[in-house]
């Protein structure tokens, strides 16, 4: 049996905890005005709008590993995220050379926030705050804007449905199929690279 750590209610660990599981998100992308975005040139993951995801969030108590994989609307792929719970904050592993430090915050119970630690030079280049709140029982919503250049671009919402409670394995509508791991090794980017000083 595994026993985990006890969170103080509305702490970022106990909102991590409530996120355990297999999500299916259905993701649609806009332009500012809210008018509907049907192909997203600037993002982390460029592509077409709507789109759905499946989504594994695992959280041991210290570290998350989160997965999120295109299952209808964008060719299949999948991309791994990391981080560990210090000092109260979900502090994830590097984004790539020269990044921001991205970090998990509470807003209250069911309510998360992963955003910069410090803006600078290297959020002018990308930046992608995300909010995320718990609606109701296996229900949650994301919502993120996309500044490129120091300049906002779009809004993306992604209404999520829990699938399962925990995610020891893959899902029957997983297009990687039924064996392997449920995580991928996790994702970098080199978009921030030009800022890492030499060495």
Known sequence: MT?????????????????????????????????PLAHDPSAGSPG???????????FDGKRLTATNVHIRGREPAAKTFAG????GLLVFDSLGRGAYQNVGMSG?????????????AHTGVYFEPDFIMLTGPGQRLRHTVLYRHGKAVRTLTA???RLMP????????????PDGPVHETRFESDIW???????
Not at 4 to 27: C, E, Q, T
Not at 193 to 199: G, H, N, Q, V
């Open 84 to 87: 560990s719970l210090v000092d």
């Open 159 to 161: 209404k999520g449905t």
């Open 108 to 120: 209250g119970p069911g309510v998360l926030t992963f955003s910069a630690r410090q803006l600078g």
């Open 3 to 35: 026993f985990f750590p006890k969170f103080a209610v509305g702490s970022v660990g106990y909102n991590l905890m409530l996120l355990r599981g297999v999500w299916h998100d259905h993701i649609e992308l806009y332009q500012l005005d809210g008018e």
């Open 166 to 177: 925990i995610c020891d394995r893959r899902h029957p509508l997983d297009p990687r199929g």
């Open 48 to 58: 077409p709008g709507p789109f759905d995801n499946l989504v594994y969030i695992d």
């Open 193 to 199: 690279s030009d800022l890492e000083p030499a060495r």
